[in-house]
């Protein structure tokens, strides 16, 4: 990695975020009002994975919300084994049977059915798509949100070199690629016949699948094993798209940025968070449901989603297009754009560096501008010497 001295680099950018501070100074304070209305999804249907909490969560209950009939799928189960890869502390029932029930509960339309089971073994998932064809006869949308815990997310060894974290085990690499990606491919593999079926059947739908991937599909992060899976589930939507266009339907790799889920919560509650994620502000991040906000609005215009098929949607960015915000009434900021990379990155080194903290002229006014993809997917940002 390139290193830079105070006097370059960090003084070029104290001078950008003047700029950035002079711009955003004469901007309308950030209200906090919940700005989302809810797309009618109703009749539709969708398979969920990995929906038991997190993400997956979050996407099932806004489909739920939206009217949806959701198949909410994990291994976490009231009637099973609840999967213990992470300590999730007070969140004790994360299950399939209680997103079920919190989408049972909500006004309208919407129905949560529970479905234990596991996205590695192949024949649950084709029971799965039978089930749901026996039951509603369609399948709209696909959610791969299914991802195994790596080893050591809770401490700084999960961002170790490669050949140190899986040498005579491989631990990490099978962690990363297993259900999180092959898991994905093979409910594809599955649920495609059915949807295409829906497409051809209801003039004007076209089905969905949603491979949830992060930035690390485009620029280094946490680990080589961790990269190398969230790129190949970028390029699984991409390629999926170009066999799936003639029969209308689509495909989005999806990146939520910072999400304030069920397991970091409790890793910030516990003191880990901040090594574990190399300095990361939770404070920051979104609800697994402004994910979800996401998914819904794509679902309902089917011209966005033929558009975008086969591409990487960014939530806070698809966000900030359409005009969304997260149920708290925040608009997170994308993790490539300088609202978020100035105060977690370039902030905490020019402070280190200079033993003073920026003024707050500086640290409150960023501008909410996006680095290029070409530039974001450089490399980690430098450090300073």
């Avoid at 093979?186 to 699948?209: F, N, W, Y």
């Avoid at 939770?282 to 215009?301: H, K, W, Y």
């Avoid at 591409?311 to 359409?322: F, I, T």
Wanted: glycine share 10%; proline share 5%.
């Amino acid at each position: 990695m390139r290193k830079y001295s105070i006097t370059t680099f960090a003084n070029h950018l104290l001078l950008l975020c003047s700029y950035t501070a002079a711009f955003s100074a004469n901007a309308p304070p950030n209200a906090l009002v919940d700005l989302y209305n809810t797309p009618d999804l109703s009749s539709r249907v969708a398979i969920v994975t990995g929906g038991s909490r997190g993400i997956g969560k979050g996407i099932a209950l806004e489909l739920g919300r939206a009217g949806m009939t959701v198949y909410v799928a994990s291994r976490s189960s009231r009637s099973g084994s609840i999967s213990s890869e992470r300590d999730l502390g007070s969140f004790e029932d994360c299950t399939v049977e209680r997103t079920a029930e919190e989408i049972n509960n909500m006004s309208g339309k919407g129905k949560g059915v529970a479905i234990p089971m596991d996205v590695s073994n192949d024949a649950e998932i084709a029971q799965l798509v039978q089930k749901v064809q026996e039951e509603c006869g369609r399948l709209d949308v696909l959610i791969c949100s299914a991802f195994t815990t790596p080893p050591n997310l809770t401490d700084a060894s999960f961002r170790d070199e490669f050949w140190k974290q899986d040498a005579g085990s491989g631990a990490m690499w099978d962690a990363c690629h297993g259900v999180g990606l092959r898991g994905a491919y093979m409910a594809c593999c599955e649920s495609v016949p059915l949807m295409i079926d829906t497409a051809k059947q209801h003039t004007g739908t076209r089905p969905l699948i949603g491979i949830i991937s992060s930035f690390g599909g485009k620029s280094y992060t946490f680990n080589v094993a961790y990269g190398v899976g969230k790129a190949a589930a970028d390029r699984l939507a991409s390629d999926m798209s170009v066999q799936l266009s003639k029969y209308n339907v689509d495909t989005v790799a999806l990146y939520p940025g910072l999400v304030k889920t069920e397991g970091n919560i409790e890793m910030e509650k516990r003191g880990e968070w901040e090594e574990a994620s190399g300095g990361f502000d939770l404070a920051m991040g979104e609800s697994p449901r402004f994910s979800g906000r996401a998914m819904a609005l794509l679902t309902a215009n089917s011209d966005m989603m033929k558009e975008r098929s086969g591409k990487v949607v960014v939530v806070a960015e698809l966000a900030k297009e359409l005009g969304f915000t997260d149920v708290d009434g925040r608009l997170p900021p994308s993790i490539r754009s300088l609202k978020f990379i100035l105060p977690n990155f370039v902030f905490p080194q020019i402070e280190k560096e200079s033993g003073s903290s920026l003024p707050s002229w500086i640290t409150d006014n960023v501008l909410d501008y996006l680095l290029p993809w070409s530039t974001f997917s450089g490399g980690p940002p430098p450090t300073i010497e």
